[in-house]
């Protein structure tokens, strides 16, 4: 351990420790932009520079080690006079809009202004304004608010090992307009310009980029934002003839508090449900109870292909990055995607449909929108293909009696209309001034308001993988056991950060191999094992953001110098798995609200109904095509011949005797 002194606070950190790090743990918060607590870049904006005793020059604390005997200042004269310098030439550049721009409450450039006293400009540049990129489905990027941090790519490749935007950087100093070599007394040099890292000329669209929103909560600025659905949701609230249905995903129970104050983990639920009511929506449904449809009809599938031939190992479908980047960069591996939709499409379905059969509301009058802790999801439902060939809505103009017609006759509905992320909920409650603190609590509403522990930490990783076992075993009447040691008690941990969990498990005479996935780049290994005949798993849960839902690019945004190394999403998913502990149905066919569904609407698990509103149209067509294929070998070719006809084995979703609670 070296002692040093950080602003007279003595210190003990080990040899390698970073200056800025030292500092933090000595209490001291020293500024950066281009540094984040996931990447090991810097040196590259030149706002954390500090005075080291003995040196004549400044330093920048991110990327120099400290040294035995050390003596740090973060806020001499100097220091602080060199930080206005970096952050008023950064402010020269940037446009002037803090007053309309959606990150004015957590822009940390705009925090360093106020804080280092910069409220005027002083300089004057030359620059041209740059077109604002909105060819992304679900991201924009306005490149005349980028400071060049590279924090973006950084970003994509922890979690992905790969930068969509690099292979299109062009010049990007003689693009913007502005100095090409050094800023202010040569802070700013040409490997700061260089580092740019989204581009300029060509259209996000054109890209490898899954949409997953990591770098949009990387960002210091507002350069990169999501696509926001906020007018579409506002004017059909206007409109009283539209039956308004909000559905909230797993992960914002821990989350919706944050922007009131409650620390990450904090389980708000009640007042997310009051505050949409007092927005004005009609219905508000738990997009937990689609994650338990999900994990019926993913077990259901699952055991199908074990006792059939089918593709194996089966991946998970409930992340829309994860399925953009298998059909992009591993298009012959569709397959063995699930074919099961994601919770909130489900959702979207059955309420559509619900409402119709109860109270014969037209499926154009009822408008879904799902408040999501993912960017991507505003991608899934962007895509015409994603529901049918004809637009998969759940109704159509001809029915069989109980409102279900056939693909043909539904049109262009919609299972999902609009997408919010949770940064847009936070904005739209703030807008209409809801003092969250005084509502009563409201709870969700029926029938798709309950759900099980299981349809909870859908929103956390390993909870997509631990779900699906827990209702296979309850399919099976069997017990489901881990056959190694596991130090929290799931079944099914996810890895610590980017990379893949496994573990073996025992559901009865079955013994499977498992794996759970943090990021692409984990994904990559397996796929590419796969595709050389491989068979490494039985069933593959892949999660593109860090600890899962709970750390999607459309949650609150933490200012950098506040994040902790591994974030808020171990908090939030932590509570959620303390949900499931203490909710007595922890299996989603334990859950009443299921049963009645299945029994009443949807019939059995893989039936043809069941397929209709809740199988993908396009992984289902594309299994239904090989299903006339021989059996081969199901590690690497086998053919899904379970995929035929209806799909179903007899199995009611009612709690078999024996099975997982």
């Known amino acids: 351990m070296l002692e040093i002194l950080v602003d007279g606070r003595a210190c003990s950190v080990p040899e390698g420790t970073s200056i800025l790090e030292a500092a933090r743990r000595a209490g001291v918060a020293v500024p950066t932009l281009c540094h984040h607590p996931w990447t090991d870049q810097g040196a590259r904006c030149g706002v954390c520079v500090v005075e080291v005793e003995g040196r004549d020059d400044l330093v920048t604390a991110c990327d120099h080690a400290v040294e035995p005997g050390m003596v740090i200042r973060t806020a001499a004269d100097r220091v602080v006079a060199r930080r206005r310098e970096v952050v008023t030439f950064l402010l020269a550049q940037h446009p002037a809009e803090c007053l309309v721009c959606e990150r004015r409450r957590y822009c940390e450039l705009k925090t360093l202004g106020d804080e280092l006293g910069v409220r005027v400009r002083r300089l004057r540049m030359r620059r041209r304004k740059l077109a604002v990129d909105r060819t992304g489905r679900a991201i924009v990027r306005d490149p005349n608010k980028c400071v060049m941090c590279g924090r973006c790519v950084a970003a994509c490749m922890r979690m992905h ?59 210091p600025t507002g350069a990169l934002s999501e696509r926001s659905d906020l007018v579409k949701v506002r004017r059909r609230l206007a409109d009283r003839r539209t039956l308004m249905v909000a559905q909230t995903a797993p992960a914002l129970r821990t989350t919706f508090g944050e922007a009131w104050g409650r620390p990450p983990g904090t389980v708000a639920t009640a007042l997310m449900v009051a505050a949409l009511r007092k927005l004005g929506f009609d219905r508000v449904f738990d997009t937990a109870f689609g994650a338990d449809l999900t994990a019926v009809e993913e077990a259901h599938e699952l055991r199908q292909r074990l006792e059939s031939g089918g593709k194996l190992p089966m991946f998970t ?12 960069e591993y298009p012959g591996l569709v397959g063995h995607l699930s074919t099961c939709k994601s919770p909130h499409m489900m959702a979207g379905a059955v309420a559509k449909a619900v409402i119709h059969e109860a109270e014969g509301v037209s499926p154009e009058d009822v408008f879904v929108v799902s408040v999501m802790p993912c960017t991507a999801k505003k991608f899934e439902v962007a895509r015409t293909e994603g529901h049918g060939p004809q637009g998969l809505g759940p109704l159509g103009a001809s029915d069989d009696g109980r409102g279900h017609g056939g693909a043909a006759a539904r049109g262009a509905l919609r299972d999902v209309d609009a997408v919010l992320t949770t940064r847009e909920l936070i904005r739209l409650v703030q807008s209409v001034e809801i003092d969250v603190d005084s509502l009563e609590e409201s709870a969700f509403d029926g029938p798709l308001g309950s759900a099980s522990g299981a349809g909870t930490i859908f929103g956390t990783t390993g909870g997509v993988m ?113 949900i499931d502990r203490a909710i007595e149905a922890r299996c989603p066919r334990r859950n009443p609200g299921i049963v009645e569904l299945y029994e009443r609407f949807l019939g059995e698990p893989g039936g043809s109904r069941a397929k209709e509103l809740l199988h993908d149209p396009v992984r289902l067509s594309a299994q239904l095509r090989t299903s006339h294929r021989s059996a081969g070998d199901s590690r690497a070719e086998g053919t899904p011949a379970a995929a035929e006809g209806s799909g179903g084995t007899g199995a009611s979703v009612k709690p078999a005797e024996g099975g997982a609670r």
Not at 186 to 191: A, D, R, Y
Not at 200 to 214: I, K, L, M, N
Not at 317 to 328: G, I, L, M
């Open 161 to 219: 090992g790969m930068t969509p935007y690099e292979s299109l950087a062009a010049e990007v100093g003689e693009a913007r307009g502005v100095m090409e070599r050094t800023g202010p007394r040569g802070i700013l040099s040409e490997e700061w310009v260089r580092c740019r890292s989204l581009a300029f000329e060509d259209a996000a669209a054109a890209t490898r980029c899954v949409e997953c929103g990591q770098c949009v909560a990387a960002c």
């Open 317 to 328: 479908s409930c992340c829309p990055a994860w399925v953009r980047f298998v059909e992009t």
């Open 466 to 578: 631990e779900a699906a076992l827990r209702t296979l075993a309850d399919e099976l009447a069997a017990r489901l056991e881990r056959l190694e040691a596991d130090g929290d008690g799931s079944v099914a941990s996810g890895p610590p950060g980017p990379g893949v969990a496994e573990a073996t498990v025992a559901i009865g005479h079955l013994e499977l191999r498992v794996a759970v996935v943090q990021g692409l780049a984990a994904a990559r290994q397996i796929l590419d094992d796969v595709r050389a005949g491989g068979r490494p798993y039985d069933f593959v849960e892949v999660m593109a953001c860090p600890g899962g839902c709970v750390g999607g690019g459309g949650q609150p945004i933490a200012m950098n110098w506040e994040r902790a190394e591994d974030g808020p999403e171990r908090l939030r998913g932590a509570a959620l798995r303390a």
